[in-house]
């Protein structure tokens, strides 16, 4: 299903993120030494970015899933993803993650971001009014703005890589 444009914002920063997973999936096993480059972007991109697309979700996408009985159960567990995942960003910025773990960031970061697009964001379309949808838009438009509108260039260590053969 196509996008609905107010949700647009999100999806693009969605698209960021699994790139990001994409380039770790593709570096794994990460070596040692490469272990705190690595940890220092996703920290990064948990500052300029998905901290505050997390607080968008939250302060409105969530709660107007929560109005449609059918989407309570998903809007709680996408919520309940949400801490886990800052739980992740907190070990990356203290450089406490092994290789292993980045590993298991970036699978279950994808996996909850194909979540929110593929149920979640589907299922909203289908349920809301395009006006309902148009307020929607206006309010992540403020929430937002605070959001770095820059693409973060990987470093040399974390671009992405060819697929191994």
Same mark, same amino acid.
């Given at each position: 299903?196509?996008?609905?444009? @107010?949700?647009?914002?999100?999806?693009?920063?969605?698209?960021?993120?699994?790139?990001?997973?994409?380039?770790?999936?593709? !570096?794994?096993?990460?070596?040692? !030494?490469?272990? %705190?480059?690595?940890?220092?972007?996703?920290?990064?991109?948990?500052? @300029?970015?998905?901290?505050?697309?997390?607080?968008?979700? $939250?302060?409105?996408?969530?709660?107007? *899933?929560?109005? +449609?009985?059918?989407?309570?159960?998903?809007?709680?567990?996408?919520?309940?993803?949400?801490?886990?995942?800052? !739980?992740? +960003?907190?070990?990356?910025? *203290? @450089?406490?993650?092994?290789?292993?773990?980045?590993?298991? +960031?970036?699978? %279950?970061?994808? *996996?909850?971001?194909? &979540? $929110?697009?593929?149920?979640?964001?589907? &299922?909203?379309? &289908?349920?809301?009014?395009?006006? $309902?949808? #148009?307020?929607? %838009?206006?309010?992540?438009?403020?929430?937002? *703005?605070?959001?770095?509108? !820059?693409?973060?260039?990987?470093?040399?260590?974390? &671009?992405?890589? #060819?697929?191994? %053969?």
């Amino acid at each position: 299903m196509l996008r609905d444009k @107010n949700l647009v914002p999100l999806s693009r920063q969605h698209q960021h993120a699994l790139a990001l997973c994409v380039r770790i999936e593709r !570096a794994s096993p990460i070596p040692d !030494a490469d272990l %705190g480059v690595w940890q220092t972007e996703i920290a990064q991109h948990f500052q @300029n970015e998905v901290s505050i697309h997390f607080a968008a979700e $939250e302060r409105t996408v969530f709660p107007v *899933a929560r109005r +449609f009985k059918e989407l309570v159960p998903l809007a709680e567990e996408l919520i309940a993803e949400h801490g886990e995942l800052r !739980a992740s +960003f907190t070990r990356a910025a *203290a @450089n406490e993650m092994s290789s292993r773990d980045l590993t298991v +960031f970036a699978r %279950g970061l994808s *996996a909850h971001i194909r &979540k $929110e697009e593929r149920r979640l964001f589907e &299922k909203m379309q &289908k349920l809301m009014h395009r006006d $309902e949808l #148009a307020v929607l %838009g206006e309010e992540l438009a403020g929430v937002l *703005a605070d959001a770095e509108q !820059a693409c973060q260039m990987p470093s040399e260590t974390t &671009k992405l890589r #060819a697929l191994r %053969g």
